[in-house]
């Protein structure tokens, strides 16, 4: 059983710890790699950022331009002007290097969803020899959904409309079928902003829409070290999905390899009260499936 979801450099400015962004020096797969299988995973799938890598610039634009409320509109440029600090080529070669010194990892990638550019980004993304793409939300137009620092903007939009538009996204995300993978589905709860009842009508055209595009989702263990303090997505959703025949993929969404494979047994108990007996893994873009029972 893998790890689905592991990012290579912590975010922000560099503070010295690990190497340099955009820098693989020798161990630093590895050491990742080690912590993984130290905790029971039996290989690694690496999904740096898109939005993070310099030649994304280009495809993904200034989609923050069209944000009417400004304030939202600068932290989001802000943000991205701070943290675009990768090479895609770069990243691409370290993982594919490490493929070739017979380490267990796969090389995927964390794919930014914006409605009007996931057609040129998949076209973009065709070149390389990705085993497997997951798909997040992270910009609800330029409003950083996931961001402690706008945060406030739960309170001046309103929990229940900002929860209407991110799944509205999501939906369209999922039906897209652009990515293998559905990157943390309910990240909107990240930090502690919650309706009274998980929003099953909310949900339920997630669900559907990654059962008729063959989307898988992933069970991530990154939301119990967040204000959220749950796995996403939700155990209603997670059961919604399993329901509705949608695989699933083990998560950790670790940023330094001491996190690698994170709480995964949560997560193995998790896709198992919800019903799961198998998970999928990829290469070049074809699942796999490994039965669940195997999992330590
Ligand atoms: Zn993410
Ligand atoms: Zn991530």
Same mark, same amino acid.
Do not use: N
């Given at each position: 059983?893998?790890?689905?979801?592991?990012?290579?450099?912590?975010?922000?400015?560099?503070?010295?710890?690990?190497?340099?962004?955009?820098?693989?020096?020798?161990?630093?797969?590895?050491?990742?790699?080690?912590?993984?299988?130290?905790?029971?995973?039996?290989?690694?799938?690496?999904?740096?950022?898109?939005?993070?890598?310099?030649?994304?610039? #280009?495809?993904? +634009?200034?989609?923050? &331009?069209? !944000?009417?409320?400004?304030? %939202?509109? *600068?932290?989001?440029? @802000?943000?991205?002007?701070?943290?675009?600090?990768?090479?895609?080529?770069?990243?691409?070669?370290?993982?594919?290097?490490?493929?070739?010194?017979?380490?267990?990892?796969?090389?995927?990638?964390?794919?930014?969803?914006?409605?009007?550019?996931?057609?040129?980004?998949?076209?973009?993304?065709?070149?390389?020899?990705?085993?497997?793409?997951?798909?997040?939300?992270?910009?609800?137009?330029?409003?950083?959904?996931?961001?402690?620092?706008?945060?406030?903007?739960? #309170?001046?939009? +309103?929990?229940?409309? &900002?929860? !209407?538009?991110?799944?509205? %996204?999501? *939906?369209?995300?999922? @039906?897209?079928?652009?990515?293998?993978?559905?990157?943390?589905?309910?990240?909107?709860?990240?930090?502690?902003?919650?309706?009274?009842?998980?929003?099953?009508?909310?949900?339920?055209?997630?669900?559907?829409?990654?059962?008729?595009?063959?989307?898988?989702?992933?069970?991530?263990?990154?939301?119990?070290?967040?204000?959220?303090?749950?796995?996403?997505?939700?155990?209603?959703?997670?059961?919604?999905?399993?329901?509705?025949?949608?695989?699933?993929?083990?998560?950790?969404?670790?940023?330094?390899?001491?996190?690698?494979?994170?709480?995964?047994? %949560?997560?193995?108990?998790?896709?198992?009260?919800?019903?799961?007996?198998?998970?999928?893994?990829?290469?070049?873009?074809?699942?796999?499936?490994?039965?669940?029972?195997?999992?330590?």
């Amino acid at each position: 059983m893998g790890d689905h979801h592991v990012h290579l450099h912590p975010h922000g400015p560099y503070t010295g710890e690990g190497p340099p962004p955009g820098e693989y020096p020798p161990g630093h797969l590895e050491a990742y790699v080690e912590t993984a299988l130290a905790r029971g995973a039996d290989e690694v799938g690496f999904t740096e950022h898109l939005y993070r890598c310099v030649e994304s610039a #280009e495809v993904l +634009g200034a989609f923050w &331009a069209t !944000e009417p409320r400004e304030d %939202l509109a *600068r932290q989001a440029e @802000a943000f991205v002007r701070e943290d675009r600090t990768l090479s895609l080529e770069r990243y691409v070669d370290a993982v594919v290097a490490a493929k070739d010194r017979g380490l267990p990892v796969l090389l995927g990638l964390e794919v930014d969803f914006f409605p009007e550019t996931i057609e040129a980004v998949t076209a973009f993304l065709e070149p390389y020899p990705f085993d497997f793409l997951i798909g997040s939300v992270h910009w609800v137009g330029g409003w950083s959904i996931d961001h402690g620092d706008v945060a406030w903007e739960f #309170e001046r939009r +309103g929990v229940r409309r &900002a929860y !209407e538009e991110y799944f509205a %996204l999501e *939906r369209e995300l999922a @039906a897209s079928g652009a990515v293998d993978v559905l990157a943390h589905v309910d990240v909107v709860k990240k930090q502690g902003h919650r309706l009274p009842e998980p929003p099953v009508d909310l949900y339920r055209p997630v669900v559907e829409a990654a059962a008729a595009t063959g989307t898988a989702v992933e069970v991530s263990t990154a939301g119990l070290h967040q204000p959220a303090g749950e796995l996403y997505p939700h155990p209603t959703f997670l059961r919604m999905f399993r329901e509705a025949g949608v695989e699933i993929t083990l998560a950790s969404d670790a940023h330094r390899p001491e996190d690698a494979a994170r709480d995964r047994a %949560l997560a193995v108990a998790a896709a198992k009260e919800a019903g799961y007996h198998r998970r999928v893994t990829f290469e070049q873009r074809r699942r796999r499936f490994r039965p669940l029972e195997d999992e330590p």
